[in-house]
């Protein structure tokens, strides 16, 4: 796995560590709940929506390894158990 296949992962995931980071400092400051509630589901959509583009990133992966006559690195098994895990 590396940067280039991994599509917008990586900008999700660091965009949801800013996220998170704004969340914390909302209950240390002791922010209304309603709207640190509302940026911690933001932060959890993003984290998902990463993980779902890992999930994709990677089935194009095996199946274009697939399509060269090569072994994929993991099953269709393997990766729908990965997919299932993050619902």
């Known amino acids: 796995m590396n940067e280039a296949n ?5 900008t999700r995931l660091r965009r949801a560590q800013g996220q998170l980071a704004g969340v914390i400092a909302m209950i240390e400051s002791g922010e209304d709940c309603a709207k640190v509630l509302t ?13 779902f583009t890992l999930v994709a990133s990677g089935l194009r992966y095996c199946q274009a390894a697939q399509e060269r006559g ?3 690195p993991m ?12 619902a």
């Not at 991994?6 to 990586?10: K, L, Q």
């Open 6 to 10: 991994v599509g917008g992962a990586v």
């Open 39 to 51: 940026q911690l589901a933001a932060v959890s959509k993003a984290l998902d929506r990463a993980g």
């Open 70 to 72: 090569e072994e994929p």
């Open 75 to 86: 099953s269709a098994a393997e990766m729908e158990k990965l997919f299932l895990a993050l």
